[in-house]
């Protein structure tokens, strides 16, 4: 068929059939199909949607462009995470070492921060000689010595994706949640896991604003599983402030530590957030029945300090000064010219905050990139001292900024303030989990 005819087809809100579509992807990434066709095609989808059996031949079709790494070499169910990305957002450093612990194979691949939201690889390399471009035969192995390893995502995954995320990136059509779904899918599946725990953010720090949007992309993203023969579960957690207390490299490694070494209380968000995931993870890895069971073992790996001991043999496996992870040693890793508290200006209870502000003044300091290529710094970062619906007089630390550069504290500093609400009235505060998603409910 010619893709003109595919294109209309598309545009009258029909579907696609898998051979039409496995076509449509590999005569893009060979050049047959052309930019301008790819894009109408990409605007058709964006406005006509596709179903849930399209999306997913095309989660396929795009696996399917490149390397499929193997893990069948290591035993057991290999169970994966993935977050829609998001500020504070420290979750793997924290659950695929406890899931590691309890006795899960967790073999991950992250990527790098973007914007006002943080990436696993930069947090890594904020502990000094960390590597994370490592031989697949050297990353299994090291998986399969201390059941967690991260490492950045390989260069021959997905090409399909880079080249069609290139075009959507110019031609309006990046916000289709199909395409959105089939770009995330492909790269989860292609890394080789069994199993996928996934953490849809919605909020003012997130991809997806509102819930509606992170609802639909976390079902759509459990059906393509369903579709694709692998288990996927999704919870939909909020982004409207940062989901721990650091914002920086060093400074959620920090925190991660911190909560590996019990120092976290167990209601804090970041921790039944892990909680959450990593119970997820061992029931989809087979190592636990029930989310009781799961939990428990997974506090239990918190208390016995057996997960900071995988943490900590992780970096040191990925060439890491692993001495570092320790919440008391970690702290010479800060080093920055000064410190800041940002103060409230007034009396009144912390109402809202703008998460996505707090990522960006983070990353003015130094700590995150506007453009791919930038470096970063990892020392500068803020830690948060409010949550939404403290009360907090004129005067009181909002945050502490870790600055060591004045290029844009300034800027950093107002962009901060502007992120934080403080009002007379209390307001009702958002979950922190909305809902969980698992195959029965697609
Ligand atoms: N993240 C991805 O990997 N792909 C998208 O299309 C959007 C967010
Ligand atoms: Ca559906």
């Known amino acids: ?37 790819m894009s109408a095609m990409c605007m058709a989808i964006l406005q006509k949607g596709m179903t849930d059996q399209e999306t997913a031949d095309l989660t396929m079709a795009m696996m399917h462009s490149g390397e499929i790494v193997d893990l069948s070499s290591l035993p057991g169910i290999k169970v994966d995470k993935h977050s829609t990305g998001g500020v504070g957002d420290t979750t793997t450093l924290v659950v695929a070492p406890l899931v590691a612990a309890c006795g899960g194979t967790v073999a991950k691949m992250s990527g790098r921060g973007l914007g006002h939201t943080g990436g696993t690889l930069d947090k ?12 697949m035969k050297e990353f299994i192995s090291i998986v399969r010595e201390n059941g967690c390893a991260v490492i950045g995502q390989s ?23 199909p395409l959105i ?4 899918m492909s790269k989860k599946l292609a890394s080789g896991s069994d199993a996928i725990v996934l953490d849809v953010k919605t909020g003012s720090g997130a991809f997806m604003r509102t819930y509606d949007e992170a609802e639909k992309l976390a079902e759509l993203m459990v059906s393509i599983g ?20 650091a914002v920086g490299n060093v400074l959620e490694v920090q925190e991660a ?42 506090r239990q790996a918190v208390c016995d300090g057996s997960g900071l001991r995988v943490l900590r043999n992780m970096f040191r496996l990925q060439h890491g000064a692993s001495e570092y992870i320790d919440p008391v040693k970690i702290r010479e890793l800060i080093r920055v010219r000064r410190t800041v508290d940002v103060t409230a200006e007034k009396d009144g209870y912390v109402t809202a905050m703008n998460a996505e502000k707090i990522g960006t003044a983070a990353q003015m300091l ?50 901060f303030k502007e992120a934080i609400s403080i009002s007379d009235e209390k307001k009702p505060i958002t979950p922190m989990v909305y809902r969980t998603i698992t195959e029965d409910d697609v």
């Open 1 to 37: 068929m010619r893709f003109v005819d595919m294109i209309e087809r598309k545009a009258d809100g029909f579907s696609l059939s898998k051979e039409e579509i496995n076509e449509m992807v590999s005569g893009y990434v060979n050049g047959t199909i052309p930019d301008y066709q």
């Open 124 to 135: 890594l390399e904020s502990i000094p000689g960390t590597k994370v471009e490592i031989p």
């Open 155 to 177: 260069a021959n995954i997905v090409p399909a994706d880079k080249k069609i995320y290139a075009l959507r990136d110019v031609t309006a059509t990046v916000r289709s949640i």
């Open 181 to 184: 779904a089939s770009s995330i």
């Open 226 to 245: 369903k579709l694709t023969g692998r288990r996927v579960h999704a919870l939909i957690t909020d982004m409207n402030q940062p989901l721990g207390m």
């Open 257 to 298: 530590v911190e909560l590996l070494s019990g120092m976290i209380s167990e209601d804090d968000p970041l921790y039944r957030v892990c909680m959450l995931l990593g119970s997820h993870m061992l029931m989809l890895g087979g190592i636990a029945s029930t989310k009781e069971e799961a939990e428990s073992r997974l």
């Open 366 to 415: 130094g700590a995150g990139r506007a453009k791919k290529d930038d470096d970063i710094d990892p020392c500068v970062g803020l830690v948060m001292k409010v949550r939404c619906g403290d009360y907090v007089h004129a005067g009181d630390p909002l945050c502490r900024m870790y600055i060591d550069s004045e290029k844009n504290s300034v800027d950093s500093i107002r962009t």
